[in-house]
């Protein structure tokens, strides 16, 4: 392998594995009650159809703001707090942003099925801190959710640098949001290495950026479709973050 200077992560199924599940009805009832606790009161379904046409509608908008700037824009991202709050303000209540912080968070708590570290993460991170590379963290996330299940991990001081897709209004693979790190960091694109588990946003979001690129294939990676083209330089078939470390670290000796 080559020797890089900056190693740019994905989160999400290539440092930690998460399972949650947004659709259960068990979910939107407890989400109503929750609501309903501060006078926005909504049926289990009724809430469920509201969220996912906020989230629609906002989506689509930002598109079409994009596009004026960006012809080929079309992996906008929207901050979900936006929506939290807007569930209160149908029913006629003004929230202020903790409880709307705790909306959402109450939303992601009861949604996840479990998250944790993959074996090694915090190992493989600490590593190449200590042998002086830069250390990135590049996520399609919401940062309402990601920046408490960081620390919650323990992880989150390992990074040198952050970026949530939901605070810049763009995602992978849009070549903008890898430009946006280079930029705020400085880093030169060929002496960074974006590591991720999903060929089609991260790898080709890299091959658009200009970086080299290592997948790895965890359980949760998406299937791989026809139309993605573009390969990694490297690849690792299986999940295991010690070998992960071992050859990042083998080229620098």
């Known amino acids: 392998m080559k020797q890089y200077r900056n190693y740019i992560f994905d989160l999400y199924g290539t440092l930690v594995d998460i399972r949650t599940d947004e659709t259960a009805h068990s979910l939107w009832e407890h989400i109503s009650l929750f609501y309903g606790y501060y006078g926005a009161r909504y049926e289990a379904g009724e809430l469920h159809q509201t969220y996912l046409k906020l989230v ?28 939290f709050r807007e569930l209160y303000e ?41 042998s002086g590379r830069g250390v990135y963290l590049l996520s399609n996330a919401q940062r309402i959710f990601t920046e408490y ?14 970026l949530i897709s939901s605070e810049e209004g763009c995602k992978k693979p849009d070549k903008r949001f890898f430009e946006i790190l280079l930029n705020r960091y400085d880093l030169a694109a060929a002496e960074c290495l974006m590591i991720g588990n999903d060929m089609a ?15 790895i294939r965890s359980a949760i990676s998406p299937r791989e479709q026809s139309s993605t083209h573009v390969r990694a330089d490297y690849m690792m078939e299986k999940m295991n973050l010690r070998v992960l470390k071992d050859r990042l670290l083998a080229t620098q000796r």
Do not use: C, N
């Open 149 to 162: 299940e960081l620390h919650y991990l323990g992880i989150y001081d390992l990074f040198d640098g952050i």
């Open 90 to 130: 149908i029913k006629g209540v003004a929230p202020d942003s903790s409880l709307v912080l705790h909306a959402g968070q109450m939303f992601r708590a009861l949604s996840t099925k479990y998250i944790r570290l993959y074996a090694h993460a915090k190992e493989l991170l600490g590593a190449l801190k200590e």
């Open 56 to 83: 629609h509608d906002k989506e689509k908008a930002l598109k079409q703001e994009e596009s004026v700037q960006y012809a080929h824009e079309a992996y906008p991202e929207i901050p979900l707090e936006e929506v």
């Open 201 to 215: 946003t991260d790898i080709e979001g890299a091959v658009q950026a200009g970086m080299d690129s290592f997948y």
